[in-house]
């Protein structure tokens, strides 16, 4: 009588899914407690069990923005930079491309470095890119640097010598030496030995700055829990959709960057649709993704906490790390994005949130400024007495004071104008994100559907599907709460990589997967347990690669490079290539993960009862006044329930018991047999 438990904590709302052994899925939401999220989880966790009785938890996975909000917010440890003699400049001298306004700031300042120039230090030693050494380490040298940043109170140090990935002596005995006297110490040999000194540097740097913070947090929560009676182990998600254990996830922390995104993408991915554009917006910001043949697409590189970089692939619009993440595409535009007037007289809508306080003027709790979600409630698109699962119930008045006192009154329109023009700002502010990663990538969306989820991304996902031409949207069962129900589909992972140009490749993988089974703490060989094998592969002479599954066949695997290297720059090229590191990712299929267990998927033993459906005729009386432009204003449309609904042409709205789904004039909507809402544009597909 196991059940596992999915946690997702977002800018606004905390969501929890808990899932029985017979697929029966109970769901909370609660207003998220930035002071301590295990508040908010806690809460909702209890919220979700009912009269269960705690200790049936087996398992518990977690996705939390806890890494990332450190980087935005500058609330890592201090660290200290240690490198070999000569480069301790890298770090603070950076990369930064101009981007947005800062195009045209003539007193432009670039953002300060990860690192401060004076905790920066270096230690005379050399090895060249084959792992010899040039120059023995001078220990005396790494001692008298250890006693200055404990003399300096720095309780973090992040050590990436010259070409440490080829030969890793030197790092390890730095480390031996430094944990004298310094408590947190990591070294870019064991977080992500890579070649390319800068992104290797910055990544072992994230890894020390967030790591005592998750480190920190994860142990509270995890005393949280044992004190409602889950004594259950925690699994944390990874930015490339694996999942690891807390005591891993503290360790590399780094891997947990973009852990809370990764999770909404799962859910997309298992809606069972070949090729998807996920949608997932929640109060805080949006994301968006390309699921292609069922998989997420992912980069190996991103960068946080930059300009204009829309979540990750913009060189030099943050601080690059190199570790596998889902390719997202991330805007600050939720329901709790703030509109406001710039003293230009321009409307503009986030990226700043009022988050969950005070939240949206509507909410009640203090905040006067107005939200994305307070113009949907005018345009009649939300309901005041009925919202987010019935935890609270928002005011129309309050709403429409902060609509005219902050934007109908300055711009001088009506306030529905005002309310319609912050939706389809949002709108256009999330169909750039589409952009990014569709047309920008040069992939045609137009074959692809959407799947909408989060609290407000069934509201505006047909609108944000139209600019592009995509004509079907699934709005998944659970869809409110879809990043913690694609928790639980996600199975115990974790990934290595090496830089060895020239090495033998059996040699590499066998000891990478070693080295990732022992931090998973399983068997190779055992059942359940796989091991995915891939390469870095590039043309002999150029400075980049692109990284394909690897073939023992040598021909094999250059005709699956040249067709990874076609579909990325569109060019049809062949050549002599060579293999400069090698990736392997060790995955454990989790015994107590159940199929169906993302919305929309099929519950074991077959598809969900569907209730017996009622065509929109039969619920006319059910209607309430929404605005859509293109009808002259305000009408009124019918509203229903996910349950009633069988077929429904818009303009017509459908409650859900975590989101709302808007469906416009033009567009279809019906209930599919796994509980999805169909929306089709111009028909029934």
């Not at 030693?125 to 720095?154: N, S, Y």
């Not at 300009?307 to 329901?335: M, N, Q």
């Not at 809508?349 to 005070?358: L, Q, T």
């Amino acid at each position: 009588m196991s059940h596992s438990i999915g946690v997702d904590v977002g800018g606004t709302f905390t969501d929890v899914v808990l899932r029985g052994p017979d697929g029966g899925i109970s769901v909370a939401k609660c207003l998220s407690t930035h002071d301590d999220p295990a508040d908010g989880i806690v809460t909702g966790i209890v919220a979700a069990l009912g009269r269960r009785d705690p200790s049936l938890v087996t398992r518990v996975v977690h996705a939390t923005t806890l890494a990332t909000n450190a980087v935005l917010e500058r609330r890592g440890v201090r660290v200290a930079y240690v490198t070999t003699r000569g480069f301790r400049s890298a770090i603070p001298l950076g990369r930064y491309a101009r981007v947005e306004e800062d195009r045209y700031d003539l007193r432009f300042d670039p953002p300060a470095p990860p690192v401060a120039a004076g905790d920066c230090f270096e230690v005379p030693e050399r090895v060249d890119h084959r792992g010899e050494v040039l120059e023995p380490l001078d220990e005396a040298a790494v001692t008298r640097v250890g006693e200055e940043i404990a003399r300096r109170g720095v309780t973090a140090a992040a050590v990436c010598l010259l070409h440490s990935y080829a030969n890793p002596s030197h790092e390890r005995r730095v480390a031996e030496i430094l944990r004298r006297v310094v408590p947190t110490v990591v070294i870019s040999s064991e977080v992500w030995p890579e070649l390319r000194e800068y992104e290797r540097a910055t990544t072992t740097i994230m890894s020390a700055y967030v790591g005592p913070v998750m480190a920190g947090y994860l142990r509270r929560l995890t005393a949280r829990l044992a004190g409602i009676g889950i004594t259950a182990p925690v699994h944390v998600m990874d930015s490339g959709g694996g999942v690891m254990s807390a005591e891993l996830a503290a360790r590399r922390a780094v891997a947990t960057i973009e852990s809370g995104p990764a999770a909404g993408v799962l859910a997309a991915a298992a809606s069972g649709h070949p090729d998807v554009v996920s949608f997932d917006m929640g109060g805080t910001t949006a994301k968006t993704c390309v699921i292609r043949n069922g998989e997420p697409e992912i980069t190996h590189e991103f960068h946080v906490g930059g300009k204009g970089s829309f979540g990750g692939r913009r060189a030099g619009t943050g601080v690059p790390v190199k570790i596998p993440a889902i390719d997202l595409a991330e805007v600050g535009a939720g329901g709790g994005s703030i509109a406001w007037v710039d003293p230009a007289g321009t409307l503009r809508a986030g990226p700043r949130s009022a988050g969950s306080e005070p939240g949206p003027a509507c909410y009640g709790l203090g905040g006067d400024e107005p939200t994305v979600t307070d113009a949907n409630l005018v345009l009649g698109y939300l309901d005041a007495a009925s919202f987010a699962a019935g935890t609270m119930s928002l005011s129309l008045d309050l709403a429409e004071k902060a609509v005219d006192r902050r934007l109908a009154g300055p711009l001088g329109v009506s306030r529905a104008e005002a309310a319609h023009a912050v939706h389809e700002i949002a709108n256009a502010s999330m169909g750039s994100a589409v952009h990014v990663v569709t047309v920008q990538r040069g992939i045609d969306p137009r074959g692809f559907v959407m799947v909408a989820f989060g609290g407000a991304g069934p509201m505006h996902a047909a609108r944000v599907a139209s600019r592009f031409g995509i004509s079907t949207v699934v709005v998944p069962a659970h869809c409110g709460v879809g990043s913690a129900a694609g928790l639980l589909a996600g199975d115990l992972s974790t990934d290595r990589v090496l830089s060895a140009p020239g090495a033998d490749p059996v040699r590499v993988f066998a000891i990478l997967a070693e080295t990732a089974a022992a931090d998973l703490n399983v068997t190779l060989g055992s059942p359940g347990v796989s091991v995915t094998r891939s390469a870095d592969v590039r043309f002999t002479g150029q400075a980049h690669d692109l990284t394909v599954r690897w073939s023992d066949s040598p021909a094999e695997l250059a005709d699956r490079f040249f067709a990874r290297y076609r579909q990325v720059y569109g060019i049809e090229q062949r050549g002599p290539i060579e293999v400069v590191g090698y990736r392997v990712r060790v995955t454990q299929t989790a015994r107590h993960s159940l199929v169906g267990t993302a919305p929309g998927a099929r519950e074991p033993g077959g598809p969900p009862k569907r209730p017996e459906a009622h065509d929109a005729s039969d619920t006319a009386e059910v209607r309430r006044a929404a605005y859509f432009p293109e009808l002259g204003g305000y009408v009124p449309v019918p509203v229903l329930t996910r349950a009633a609904l069988r077929e429904v042409a818009g303009p017509a709205i459908v409650e859900d018991a975590e989101a709302t789904i808007v469906v416009p004039p033009g567009w279809t909507a019906r209930l599919a047999d796994d509980m999805s809402v169909i929306l089709t544009e111009g028909g029934t597909p």
